[in-house]
């Protein structure tokens, strides 16, 4: 084969406004590319032929991919502005009222939080962008209720079919609309069919194997055709789900019924199927014998509260810091991703 470069995919689970963790290593991974690649413009998706996220990671997927208002072929965000959407407006997001945290009665009876408050923060930073002018190709998940089965968002797809197209809002909308935090949303692509979506992270938060399954069907960015596993490097983002005290006590659990089985069941469903995910990718990789080629970073918690919906001051800037520590505990793995996105780009 003519070109030898490896396709490079770039993958974010889910995790609400831990976003913010697996957001502050891509910060510091894109000060790494301009150092390294000595350009001081260096962004995300210079260095990435396919991204995929769910939920938080589909917002920031998209964020990372939205082009520049002045010039079409450049990305509007760099990796900090994109982690400020949860910085900045991370409390109005999550902020509930007292008429809606006493009707839905904390999120039992319906959702805890307004999705206004959301749809105005996307409405401000993406704006009237359609799906098939992001830059790269990309792969955000959702799931269609009405039809029950998986909804992906395919920007390479949105291209060249109007049934694919979408707003790239309502796609970050989609994507995050987690069951018992936001309601349904209901998008419309440009041939006018309607899709009621919620959440991918109900079937698929670690979007990672998505993702490769996908660009083993495509040309990704004239690298390669149908690229193997061989054929790509994959770094895979966690969130958070796999801190030491994110888990659940016996003591607590075992009397639980429905409703108290709620919110937990949520989380266990994704953090199980990221950590699957993860375990059949690491096998696919020994199997070629190329394991270097797939990195998955997990962040750890250190001062922050586990919760995917604490948007408090006082949280945010733990998150903050908890996503600064993290990139500095990879340094290591930080500095050989980007050689090797530099190296195959």
Not at 6 to 24: E, N
Request: aromatic share 8%; net charge neutral; with cysteine.
């Amino acid at each position: 084969m003519a070109n030898k470069k490896l396709s490079r995919i770039l993958s974010i689970d889910g995790g609400g406004i831990r976003g913010i963790l697996p957001g502050q290593i891509l910060v510091s991974l894109e000060e790494k590319l301009k150092n390294l690649d000595n350009n001081p413009n260096a962004a995300i998706a210079d260095y990435f032929d396919m991204i995929a996220g769910t939920s938080t990671g589909g917002i920031l997927a998209c964020m990372y991919l939205c082009p520049s208002k002045e010039d079409k072929s450049r990305p509007r965000f760099t990796a900090k502005k994109a982690v400020e959407l949860y910085l900045d407006r991370g409390d109005e997001i999550f902020d509930v009222s007292f008429w809606q945290k006493f009707r839905s009665l904390g999120g039992v009876t319906d959702e805890k939080y307004n999705e206004e408050e959301l749809e105005e923060a996307l409405e401000d930073y993406i704006g009237d962008l359609k799906l098939n002018e992001l830059l790269r190709a990309c792969l955000i998940t959702s799931y269609d209720i009405k039809r029950k089965k998986g909804h992906f968002f395919r920007s390479h797809r949105a291209k060249s079919d109007p049934a694919y197209n979408f707003y790239v809002k309502d796609v970050a909308r989609a994507t995050s609309a987690a069951p018992t935090y936001f309601e349904v949303a209901r998008v419309k692509a440009d041939d006018n069919t309607l899709y009621p979506l919620i959440d991918g992270g109900v079937f698929v938060n670690n979007p990672a194997l998505c993702a490769y399954s996908e660009a083993r069907t495509i040309k990704i960015d004239n690298l390669r055709n149908k690229p193997k596993a061989a054929d790509m490097i994959i770094v895979s983002l966690g969130t958070g789900s796999g801190s030491k005290d994110h888990g659940y006590e016996y003591k607590k659990s075992k009397r639980w019924g429905a409703i108290e089985w709620v919110k937990p069941i949520i989380d266990i469903m994704m953090s199980g199927v990221a950590d699957t995910v993860d375990y059949q990718l690491k096998q696919i990789y020994n199997a070629v014998e190329k394991p270097e080629q797939y990195i998955r970073l997990e962040p750890q918690l250190f001062t922050a509260d586990s919760a995917m919906d604490n948007a408090s001051a006082k949280n945010l800037s733990a998150l903050k810091n908890d996503g600064e520590q993290n990139a500095k505990d990879f340094d290591k793995e930080i500095s050989r991703i980007a050689k090797m996105l530099i190296d195959n780009k």
